[in-house]
């Protein structure tokens, strides 16, 4: 037996088969006709494509010689000063929030008096 959601009593009633796999009445609709073309515009099909040239140079390959040169700084602080700022500054909000989450602990520890 199938079932289908009543509208009317907001309860299942039972259904025949093509009705519960339709709910509510629904139909498939199979168009008749085409719908119209809405922004239709002429397509112009060129012989020649023009190259459009988005992304300016390629710098992949200097920067690949760049970070892959053997000085022994580590890959993160490469670009100089700039890295090494933001690397001090990650570490130090690392450790900062390291000993406030240790203290924050030792205070939640402490029964209240």
């Known amino acids: 037996m199938y079932y289908k959601f009543s509208g009317f009593t907001q309860k299942l009633a039972g259904a025949w088969a093509s009705e519960a796999y339709s709910p509510q009445g629904l139909k498939p609709v199979v168009p008749t006709e085409a719908p119209p073309i809405i922004f239709a515009t002429p397509t112009k099909l060129t012989s020649d ?7 300016g ?3 992949v ?3 690949q010689k ?4 053997a000085d022994g700084v580590p890959i993160y602080l490469k670009r100089g000063l700039p890295d090494q700022m933001l690397y001090r500054t990650t570490m130090a909000l690392t450790v900062g929030g390291t000993i406030y989450c ?8 402490q029964p209240k008096k």
């Open 66 to 69: 760049f970070f892959q040169k």
């Open 57 to 59: 140079k390629n710098r």
């Open 61 to 63: 390959p200097e920067l």
């Open 49 to 55: 494509s023009t190259v459009y040239d988005y992304a």
């Open 102 to 109: 240790l203290i924050a602990l030792y205070m939640a520890a």
